[in-house]
């Protein structure tokens, strides 16, 4: 006996557009509206004042070497031609990136704390990263059309377990010493998962975050097939007219914008990790100190 579970996936895809049109609308404008907004606020600053922003931010995060390369890179980008394309990959990349946030950071949060939403959660996110990523384009188009608001959802279901896994991991791996210090401080649910597990849990949250960046901006550059624009576009093109020139700048553009959105975030995660040290520190001082206190 078949199972031609295609029919079935047709049937419910059809049901949802003729009966959640309203709700599709509202989600497409939302997200539209997210990613045009950062589109226009990039697309309003002068090439010099953008690579000026990126080189202090380098210099600030990682060191003065990387900010040189970060500005030499970026110079190159403007003479390829792609500086403007690289401002509107990097709003979707943004928009995407914030809304698997929205969506990841609370639901990692609750697989940590409930383990039945873990094992509900854990196989969605397999089939999630499993899944090529090629096929969410023909659902994100079907619901959304061609444009930056579908390519930016199907980048948005592509990129997110990984913040949701680590967030889970990371807040699950918070010694029991410092749970049981906020118990014991009479710390509530609350308390103890603002002040202790996240701050905590940081480093393997920033490394989520950092892995969400890096996929969805290799999905963007996929989504260019739905109409997403971009650097994509030039790949594409690339590709369509067999131009290896053409490809190559895209491809490098790319990887530029890669590098410099990686090691900046990666800068974030250790800078957390040795605040968080430091913070552990004074954490178990204060602890002892008011044992001392108490037992005098």
Known sequence: MNFDIGDGVDTAVNYVLDNFSPVLDFIAAVIGFVTSTILDALAALPMPVGIAIFVLLSLWRVGFGFAVLTGLALWLVDHMGLWAAMMETLSL??????????????????????????????????LMQTMPAFVYLIPAAMFFGLGAVPGAIATVIFSM????????????????????????????????????QLPNALP??????????????????????????????????GIQRLDVGTGFEGGLAVVILAVILDRITQSLGQKTTKRTALWATLFRKNEREELATANA
Do not use: W, Y
């Not at 914030?98 to 969506?103: D, F, K, Q």
């Not at 967030?167 to 009479?186: C, D, K, M, S, Y």
């Open 204 to 237: 393997s949250i920033m490394a989520g975050i950092n892995q969400t960046i890096m996929l969805s901006l290799s999905m963007v550059v996929i989504a260019s097939m739905i109409g997403a624009g971009g650097i994509g576009n030039t790949v594409l093109t």
């Open 161 to 196: 377990p990984p913040v949701v896994r680590l967030t889970n991991l990371g807040i699950r791996q918070v010694h029991n010493e410092f749970i049981e210090a906020g118990n014991a401080f009479g710390c509530t649910g609350t308390q103890l998962l603002f002040k202790i």
């Open 93 to 126: 990349v943004i928009a995407s990136t914030l809304m698997a946030m929205i969506i990841g950071l609370p639901l990692g949060i609750a697989m940590a704390r409930k383990d039945s939403v873990a094992t509900v959660v854990r196989p969605i996110l397999d």
